[in-house]
């Protein structure tokens, strides 16, 4: 009579019971995989009076020529998909022939051990059922450890952990030795030896085999195990395996990476519902509308409605690129067919996602599809000049129509009726800055390319140099023009007693009643200010933001600071960003000398760069023109559901989506207690402003908003040494670090380095005062790093941590040239 299950039988004819840990044992050897001969012994074969020689006998006969042996537990409910019982039960190795019977019997016995009893109790489960034990061959290891198919800390089913020491596992289990740590994502292995060893315990090769094993497991078992496995001779045993029980359960499908590492420039913070209902539907015509000029056929662009629809994300009330998204956009441009690893770095990809098949056009179609694209754009720049004015001249005459509408006398139909005009005349009309930013795009990397060719790469910031002092960008114009009213307030020592003394409130109201000419004058010039750039203040594609043409006195808070801290003209004159300029010529003309081609293609180039650049920053201009319109829309519609008792208060309207108010003026509305759902709304954006920024990239799994961390910084690579950024305008400066959080709550920063998460365009009243800007998000193209080129101030973006490592007081060196941040002094 045989008493045990060799692993070379069917393990479920006799229905014994055998436990979780056996059973996964018999699924590997099923599915092919590479597992150590092993024997069974049922629960009920240990509670049988069986001579122990006979059975110790049979063991052994199965085990011919085996030396050693390992001996573990096997219980009902061990290495479940719920319930691992790890370490609750003694388990043996490197078991010498003389030693099963007593071995066998300490295993026995562990299941009814006190910490046994106490780690059911905890978990609910019943007393009943014993243990079955494994008797297994032991490999002589040159490396062994555990594997983990998805990130068993984080979640992350995209990475696979290995951890893993030379010769037995049980030094690793046993925490006797620090285990090598391998983070397998995609192709890529990233290896931590333990205790700085330079001979890692498994080779990259082994690491990837292992990340096959798991994948196999996974698409087999249903969800991502935890492995435990030897190496021997290049070859990898599986010793067993069962389910991460500490991931959540769930689908491990719909991963989504979510990134604000550029558009948190825009939307910064805590952002509305109405700002991004309204903002969701123009990313997404513009998406499509860029799309098809880039060879994308209406058909697949029809096909793939949702993937446009959702290219922004709202987590916490904060706004997030879905990068899933973006990628499945970038594979279907044509020219993902050609060559799919070639466009994801050149479009700046780090991240893989799933793809439906549909996407890939034939070679030969995208071929042709590349060509007619390339031939329509060569068209297409040709004309962008005569398109950025055409563009500029409906906006103004838009605008100027608009602002002209008594939108007080409306009613919220009325104004209802006159946002969808606008949005069907403007919003929807964004060619010409779409086509520029792209354009700007090209050109700008051609720059930076042939900077690094001409000099072999001497000087990383050259052609950042070379867009010093545009003079043509109109982000600067309000600056120059503040502070030449603040120059004005201060030679009147009347004006300069008022600004001083007085809040800004009280100062506008002086101003606005005053019979002084130099009252009236100054007043003039900032009604002039205002209606040139109103809509230019911190924040200022939000739509619940209080621009200063809504709020004069918020303009007046920043005159006051300039006044205050004494920022002149002469401290902005434009004279070093000339020499930046100036030298970068220079230099750039000594590489070429006598290379009358390479002189040529560079010159063509930074022409264009330069003339694209400036465009893209008042194009920029131009949207939040349009934005400022829209805003007054929805103010006075929520003006008028306040008037009409609908809100309990005016401003009460951005807590609402653009379709939920546009339903509701249309009778279609689902909710009709409205005042109920702000409320709602109200204490939940409370909570997410407590609970403080996100990291700035993270994955969800399944439902994004079920049991995800948003706080994670797995997917964020923290920096070690230095801080280091994008460095984007050049100069080197020391000096004591002012951490600012809102632009609105500094009145100057007295020539300490302006620190903060982003900027936008509001921003540049700090500028002048800052001897160094650094941010912690952005790129070369972004708000601050043109602002900073065009003003001359030392500028580094992009830096990875910046606030967990900066705080305000630390006395640092920046260089804007290579980007690297040293602190001097905390």
Known sequence: ??????????????????????????????????????????????????????????????????????????????????????????SYLCVAPHELAARIADVRQ?????????????????????????????????AAGVAFGANPLTGNRQQKVINAVSGLGDRLVSGEVNADEFVLEGNAVQSVPADGRQTPALTDGQVRQL??????????????????FAVRNDQIYLLQTRPITTLKAGPAGNYILWDNSNIIESYPGVTTPLTFSFISKSYEVAYKLFSAYLGVSELVIRKNERVFANTLGFLNGRVYYNLKTWYHMLAMLPGYSINARYMEKMMGVKEQFDIPESYRLPKGRAWWSIAKMAVQMLFRFRALPRKRREFMQLVESTITEYKAIPFAEKSADELMHLYLNFERKLLLEWKAPLLNDFFAMIWFGMLQKQCEQFTGGGNPNLHNDLLCGSNDIISVQPVHRSIAIAARIAAVPALKDLFVAKNEHVIHETLSTSNDPEFIAVKAEIDRYIADFGERCVGELKLETISYGQEPARFVKVLKSYVETGITGSQFSGEREDVIRTNAEREIAK????????????????????????????????????????????????????????????????????????????????????????????????????????????????????????????????????????????????????????????????????????????????????????????????????????????????????????????????????????????
């Open 1 to 90: 009579m045989m008493h045990f299950i060799s692993d070379t039988e069917p393990h479920n004819a006799s229905g014994a019971t055998i436990g979780g840990k056996a059973g996964n044992l018999f699924r590997l050897k099923e599915l092919g995989l590479p597992v150590p001969h092993f024997v069974v012994i049922p629960w009920e074969t240990l509670r049988a009076d069986i001579s122990e020689s006979e059975l110790i006998t049979g063991l052994l006969d199965s085990f011919q020529g085996t030396r050693h042996f390992a001996v573990r537990s096997s219980a009902a409910a061990e290495d479940g998909a719920a319930f691992s019982f790890a370490g609750q039960f003694d």
């Open 110 to 142: 562990s299941a009814f051990s006190e910490r046994v009893m106490a780690y059911r109790k905890h978990h609910g489960l019943s007393d009943a059922g014993g243990v079955a034990v494994i008797v297994q061959e032991m490999v002589d290891a040159d």
């Open 211 to 228: 990340g096959r094993i798991l994948d196999s497991l996974e698409k087999a078992l249903g969800q991502p195990q935890d492995i435990e």
């Open 591 to 826: 590489h070429l000398k006598g290379k009358t081609i390479g002189r040529w293609k560079m010159q063509l180039t930074l022409r264009y760069t330069r003339e694209l650049v400036s465009a893209r920053e008042n194009l920029r201009y131009e949207r939040t023109r349009a934005f400022g319109i829209v805003r007054e829309i929805f103010t006075y519609i929520g003006k008028r559901f306040y008037s009409d008792g609908l809100l309990g208060n005016a401003r009460d309207i951005f807590y609402l989506t653009k379709e939920e108010i546009f339903s509701y003026i249309e009778g279609t509305a689902v909710t009709q207690d409205i005042k109920a759902l702000v409320a709602l709304r109200q204490k939940a954006f409370q909570h997410y402003q407590q609970l403080g920024p996100l990291s700035e990239r993270f994955a969800t799994y399944g439902v994004p908003y079920d049991g995800n961390d948003f706080f994670s910084i797995d997917r964020v690579e923290m920096p070690e040494g230095d801080l280091k950024g994008i460095g984007c305008s050049p100069g080197r400066v020391t000096g004591r670090v002012r951490v600012v959080a809102d632009p609105a709550e500094v009145s100057s920063l007295n020539g300490d380095i302006l620190v903060t998460t982003s900027t936008d365009p509001g921003w540049v009243t700090l500028f002048p005062g800052a001897s160094g800007i650094i941010v912690e998000r952005g790129s070369l193209l972004s708000h601050s790093a043109i602002v900073s080129r065009e003003m001359g101030k030392p500028c580094i973006v992009g830096v990875t941590g910046l606030l967990k490592n900066l705080k305000t007081g630390d006395e640092i060196e920046m260089d804007g040239s290579t980007g690297i941040i040293r602190t001097i002094s905390r």
